[in-house]
C-alpha cells in the first residue's frame, strides 16, 4: 500500500493550496484519515481526522475554519482544503491512515512521504 501526498507549495500569507493523498490498491480511507504537519524543529503535529462512518472530524484549534478535509471515493483520494494560509502553517503536510481520531502519531499505521507547504509574509 503507498500513499502518495502531493499539492504543497510556496504561496503568500492569505493564499489558499489544497493537498491530495491518494492511496494505490484497494479503498483505504477507512476508518479513519489524517493529516499531520511538521515544522522544522519540532515535532509532526495533528491536523485534523475523519472517521469516514461517522462523519466524526477533528480539527486542531488553530485551522477550524481555514482548513477541509474531504475524500473522493472514486479516486481513492483524500483532500486537506487550505485557505487563508499563515506563516505559521509552514511544514512538511503527510496523510496518514489510522483506526481511531486521535492526535498521537504513533497511533497511525501507513502515511503518505510528505509534501511541503511554504507560507510567505
Known amino acids: 500500500v503507498q500513499l502518495q501526498a502531493s499539492g504543497g507549495g510556496l504561496v503568500q500569507d492569505g493564499s489558499s493550496l489544497r493537498l491530495s493523498c491518494a492511496a494505490s490498491?484497494?479503498?483505504?480511507?477507512?476508518?479513519?484519515a489524517a493529516w499531520f504537519r511538521q515544522a522544522p524543529g519540532k515535532e509532526r503535529e495533528f491536523v485534523v481526522g475523519?472517521?469516514?462512518?461517522?462523519?466524526?472530524?477533528l480539527y486542531v484549534d488553530d485551522v477550524k475554519g481555514r482548513f477541509t478535509i474531504s475524500k473522493n471515493s472514486a479516486e481513492n483520494t483524500i483532500y486537506l482544503e487550505m485557505n487563508s494560509l499563515k506563516p505559521e502553517d509552514t511544514a512538511v503536510y503527510y496523510c496518514?491512515?489510522?483506526?481511531?481520531?486521535?492526535?498521537?502519531?504513533?497511533?497511525?499505521?501507513?502515511w503518505g512521504q510528505g509534501t511541503q507547504v511554504t507560507v510567505s509574509s
Open positions: 475523519i472517521r469516514w462512518s461517522r462523519n466524526y472530524i
Open positions: 490498491g484497494r479503498s483505504f480511507w477507512s476508518p479513519v
Open positions: 496518514a491512515v489510522g483506526s481511531n481520531v486521535v492526535r498521537d502519531s504513533s497511533r497511525y499505521t501507513y
